[in-house]
């Protein structure tokens, strides 16, 4: 029998913080502690507390190409964050929990399939993390994330952009205002892939009443076409009215009213940087909301009321639903070699900057066009860190559902790619067998992982 419990990890990382006053630091969660155990939280019947746990390395490498390796790009406070959420989702699928609420940092959202350092706050993704561990060791197809951060959750969209079990839905501050810069109605999947990516672009300055027209005119009809068989909410909460990096007007009650709409398995806590008047009142109500509790008392101290909003930029959301429903209602009936071209490869190239890291790096990302599967990717990768030569390394990789002359032809491109003197370091990455490879020319060294089969 299914428990009807919502489990939490806490997990403020004491020991990781970018810089002793950066936004991103352990003061983040603290007050949010204090809060849950003022309100007696913990000591509801419904809610469950969980000690944490690390992700292995393995876990790491079977969503990310980290340069040179993992251990390279991870703190332990990246693999407990990681390895809470996975902690949860076990006792989720083991019918322990109902849902669960993972309370960590660092954060991992603009964490992309290649690291070469950290950006947006993140080395690692952890939704990404959850979602490869969902279908090795639970074998849950399915899966749809929902990002409310209010920065565009880039990495999540690279990671998943071909993937056409992993239907990937971010709403979040405008891209031509706000950090990264992406985010748009127009970036909607690859051609195997094609409206699994859904982006809803949110002028500055809007609250809870437009945020929950996209709610309930495009999100929730998409999920319910969908169907997934596990629901993650990327719970950024930089979208509230007092956040310092934001400039949307969110309130703690229009988030906890967004949970019991959305009603995730689980929400991993991404942004969030008013350490005192948004985070422990938005953490408390998504909880309540995610335990079936009442959580209208919720209201933070400088709680505006209710806050008229902008006519204009209101009907430009509207308009961008309606833009996205069609699309989503239609995507069947695309044609994709108008989109995409008639190759047997579709590439593109991509310019990524590691804000944190001061890091240039430029993609060729080349997804192969196959009938029988999503088709493996190759990610030919230079990364400028401002001194000495760049790091260039070459990346394969092989999706969970692949066929065989895909996985052939994978294999031989990581061989060819390893003949060429120009990579310092080659990968490839097999989901479908749960193996990666790495090899380091300087050493002349392969390193080969393997993970537990599925049932392990």
């Known amino acids: ?59 790491i490498a079977r969503v990310h ?16 964050a990681a390895g809470s959420a996975t902690l949860l989702a076990d006792a989720i699928v083991h019918g322990e929990l109902k849902n669960g609420f993972a309370l960590v940092r660092p954060p991992g959202h603009h964490a992309m399939r290649v690291v070469h350092g950290n950006r947006g706050f993140c080395n690692i993704n952890n939704e990404a993390i959850l979602v490869e561990y969902l279908r090795r060791h639970h074998g849950i197809k399915r899966i749809a ?9 880039d990495g999540t969209q690279d990671i998943f952009y071909h993937d056409p079990d992993v239907l990937f839905i971010s709403f979040h501050q405008d891209g031509r205002t706000i950090y990264p810069g992406t985010g748009f109605p127009n970036e909607l999947g690859g051609p195997g892939a094609y409206a699994r990516t859904i982006n809803i672009p949110l002028p500055p300055g809007l609250g809870d ?66 350490i005192e008047t948004a985070l422990p009142y938005v953490n408390l109500a998504i909880l309540l909301a995610l335990a079936g509790h009442d959580y209208f008392y ?54 990524i900057y590691y804000d944190t890291d001061y890091i240039e790096e430029e993609q060729l990302e080349r997804v192969r066009r196959c009938p029988n599967c999503p088709g ?43 003949g060429l003197a120009q990579y310092q370091f080659v990968y490839l990455q097999d989901k479908s ?15 080969v992982s393997e993970g537990p089969k599925v049932g392990e």
């Open 376 to 418: 493996y990717i190759t990610i030919d990768s230079r990364a400028d860190h401002g001194y000495g030569h760049p790091n260039r390394v070459f990346c394969v990789s092989i999706p969970f559902t692949a066929c065989g002359a895909c996985q052939t032809e994978a294999y031989d491109a990581y061989e060819q790619a390893r």
């Open 209 to 274: 009443e437009t945020f929950h027209y996209v709610v309930d005119n495009l999100i929730l009809p998409i999920l319910e076409d969908f169907k997934p068989e596990f629901i993650i909410n990327s719970a950024g909460q930089d979208n509230h009215f007092t956040d310092p990096l934001g400039s949307m007007r969110f309130t703690a009650r229009g988030y906890a009213e967004f949970t019991r709409k959305l009603n995730p398995h689980l929400a991993v806590l991404e942004g969030g940087y008013a």
């Open 1 to 59: 029998m299914k428990n009807n419990k919502t489990g939490l990890v806490f997990f403020p990382a004491f020991d990781w913080a970018i810089s002793p006053t950066h936004p991103e630091r352990e003061e983040r969660l603290l007050y949010t502690r204090d809060q849950i155990f003022e309100e007696g939280v913990l000591d509801l019947p419904e809610i469950e507390e969980y000690a944490p746990r690390l992700a292995t390395i393995h876990d």
């Open 65 to 80: 190409f980290c340069v040179p390796r993992v251990q390279s790009q991870v703190t332990e406070a990246h693999l407990i």
């Open 298 to 351: 919720v209201r933070e101290p400088e709680w505006p009321g209710t806050m008229p909003e902008n006519p204009e930029r209101v009907a430009r959301v509207q308009r961008v639903v309606e833009q996205l429903r069609n699309v989503w209602e239609n995507r069947d009936r695309v044609d994709l070699d108008k989109i995409f071209g008639t190759g047997t490869f579709f590439q593109r190239r991509k310019h």
């Open 433 to 447: 067998t749960d193996t990666f490879l790495a090899f380091d020319r300087d050493k002349g060294q392969e390193w």
């Open 145 to 153: 994330i929902v990002d409310s951060d209010v920065h565009h959750g």
